[in-house]
């Protein structure tokens, strides 16, 4: 459950392209989980600059909330490249390293167009 003025940012991200900033304290991981629940479902959705406590973080909140399992999934220097291939083409979300999606994306693993919707956490 989201605070009124969670709701209102979720509101307002889902009309355009937006950028949110929120200072520590006001459930920045609460909304995080509610957009990754919002558009992982269609799309393909890559959030980057994360650390493993904030991943893990939210991918508890989306797990103890979402009736539809739409879990992230870390993507690491341990992923395989054949295994990230892989993830790309379908929906869902996605924790990825920012040297991982730049090689990634140079090297054509990803198609750009693959991608629904780019989350920069702490930018």
Same mark, same amino acid.
């Given at each position: 459950? !989201?605070?009124?003025?969670?709701?209102?940012?979720?509101?307002?991200?889902?009309?355009?392209?937006?950028?949110?900033?929120?200072?520590?304290?006001?459930?920045?991981?609460k909304v995080l989980a509610h957009l990754i629940r919002m558009y992982?479902?269609?799309?393909?959705?890559? !959030?980057?600059?994360?650390?493993?406590?904030?991943?893990?973080?939210?991918?508890?909140?989306?797990?103890?909330?979402?009736?539809?399992?739409?879990?992230? !999934?870390?993507?690491?220097?341990?992923?395989?490249?054949?295994?990230?291939?892989?993830?790309?083409?379908?929906?869902?979300?996605?924790?990825?390293?920012?040297?991982i999606l730049t090689i990634d994306l140079l090297t054509n693993r990803i198609p750009p167009n693959?991608?629904?919707?780019?989350?920069?956490?702490?930018?």
């Amino acid at each position: 459950m !989201v605070l009124g003025f969670q709701h209102e940012i979720l509101e307002e991200v889902s009309k355009d392209d937006t950028m949110v900033v929120l200072a520590t304290g006001l459930g920045l991981q609460k909304v995080l989980a509610h957009l990754i629940r919002m558009y992982a479902s269609t799309k393909l959705v890559l !959030v980057l600059n994360t650390t493993q406590e904030e991943e893990l973080n939210v991918i508890e909140n989306i797990r103890n909330d979402d009736e539809e399992n739409i879990v992230p !999934v870390i993507v690491n220097s341990e992923t395989p490249a054949s295994r990230r291939t892989s993830l790309y083409t379908k929906c869902g979300c996605l924790f990825i390293r920012s040297r991982i999606l730049t090689i990634d994306l140079l090297t054509n693993r990803i198609p750009p167009n693959s991608v629904g919707g780019l989350i920069i956490y702490s930018a």
